[in-house]
């Protein structure tokens, strides 16, 4: 691993499927480029938006080596490990340092409910303790309102004294900012990314690191530019401009609607395609949505 | 596979684990033989209350092999094979039904929420047009206050129109009467399984198949002999009595305390091991819960 701790704009991939809802490697690779060249700082793939927990285990280890095979260097990238299994997520972690990821992004195990402080410490400690390399760099995602897991305030000081030189980092997604803020000021070591863009400034202003936000996959140049400018004169207004892209896309099924617009940006309709249980957009809906974006003047 | 649907009590076998939590493949077959000794129907092996969605792929596979080549017949068998990626689910339905299962207890799945029946339909649809055998015999899981997926009314008749060779029965895990009487009602052609015997001879009274029973782990004769005479005179009486065991196990965390009790069953503190993010029960628990079974005359 390179030893950096990430700072800036990441997005979590979207994943490209052909039609047997393989993954398209050249698709997903292309677009990965695309996102580095639009000024992304680093690749969150394998992410909810990824829809990896739909994708299988070989599968995601064959992607993550097609891509560094390719040449995205690895020290942008920051897997998503986080399986409900134990020995999976530690598979996938191991396989992910082997390969020299700068970080990994790291749900908590998400099948059973109703888990205390103890069991997703437990969890933690088993796979740091298993993948056992001092290159491990994880960062922890937070995501209740599909995880259904909850990383609390408390754990999150278990875990930083424990394993202060392998987790690094947190991803906050749980759409609620004064749990963000929070983990700003408890853990101002910890570098904290909000999970949608709406929060950029605050939590940079806050001393947090950015953001890894899924609507970067369609709208990574501004929101790169927002982080840049944070301290200017115009960041208001520009985080303004994000806000209302982001706004739009929240109208409607989230992953379906990036799709569709990543469709659009490369003029195919392969991209459109999801994997069950999700449910490619509507041609109704991605005509709203078409619609609401270009009187924004978003450009596609 | 055998072609037979399952009629009966049916035990979700808890897992136990070896010091490094992997699955201690002896006591885990000794396990299988001795429900099966005491009047077991059949083995739902990889359930909610085996830890299974804690247990790696590889890991289940290997597992599922070694109980068939340790002599246990796959016609008793019911694997879960639920998980939340696609490809993950078809490789272990496949699996289960290239080792002659008699059927496969699946998950819908659980990662992403507030999926529609569009979803869930193409979910269950790939599974078995990827499957693709005449063989595979699907029994549905529905278990909302754990996956948090509902499996609908109206999904489940789309389903049987579809495959109504495919799909024979449901497990109906809501905890909700209500729910499986209604099942039970608009699909009786279904074998219809209470997630917990406290509904079994109600489910047997409107027509259901018996029940698929974490409790059974520990309490399979009796639930056994209650499905045997439930249209005799006493049949109130045996249900009030096994009721009375699951009640005691419900006022704790229910796996934790199920191993507990089969640690003194196996007279080895191995079996109160579970995999994080699941946590062993406490000292006091299993004193609580010791006295409690006691009191009601339970055979430990």
């Known amino acids: 691993m390179s030893g950096h701790v ?65 040449g995205i260097s690895p020290s942008v990238l920051m897997p998503g490990t986080g399986t409900s299994a134990l020995t999976d997520t530690v598979r996938l972690t191991a396989h992910a340092v082997e390969h020299g990821c700068a970080g990994v992004l790291v749900l908590p195990p998400f099948y059973y ?27 922890l995602y937070h995501i209740p309102p599909i995880s259904q897991v909850h990383l609390s305030l408390k754990l999150i000081g278990r875990l930083l004294s424990a394993y202060e030189n392998t987790i690094v980092g947190l991803k906050d997604s749980s759409g609620d900012w004064s749990n963000t803020e929070t983990v700003l000021r408890e853990y101002p070591t910890l570098a904290t990314f909000c999970g949608s863009e709406v929060f950029l ?11 890894i936000t899924a609507t970067a996959n369609v709208n990574v140049a501004e929101i790169r530019k927002t982080f840049e400018r944070w301290q200017e004169g115009n960041a ?22 990036l799709k569709a617009i990543t469709a659009e940006f490369y003029n195919s309709s392969d991209w459109c395609r999801v994997r069950p249980p999700l449910r490619a957009l509507s041609v109704t809906d991605t005509e709203g949505l078409i619609k609401s974006l270009t009187n924004l003047g978003f450009k596609m």
Chains 1, 2 share one sequence.
Not at 114 to 122: E, R, T
Not at 239 to 244: P, R, V, W
Request: net charge negative; glycine share 8%; aromatic share 8%.
């Open 6 to 70: 990430f700072r800036g704009v990441l997005v979590p991939v979207l994943t490209p499927f052909r039609p047997d809802l393989s993954p398209d490697v050249d698709a997903f690779v292309t677009h990965c480029r695309w996102l580095l060249n639009r000024g992304a700082h680093g690749l969150a793939v394998f992410g909810t938006t990824s829809e990896a927990n739909s994708i299988g285990l070989e599968e995601r280890m064959a992607l993550l080596e097609h891509l560094i095979d390719s």
């Open 113 to 139: 409910k109703a888990i205390d402080d103890d069991g997703l410490f437990a969890s933690y400690s088993e796979i740091i303790q298993r993948v056992g390399s001092d290159s491990l760099q994880v960062y």
């Open 201 to 211: 400034l605050e939590t940079l202003r806050k001393g947090g690191a950015g953001s």
């Open 236 to 257: 208001n207004k520009l985080q303004k401009e994000i806000n209302s892209v982001r706004k739009v896309f929240e109208k409607y099924p989230l992953i379906p609607s």
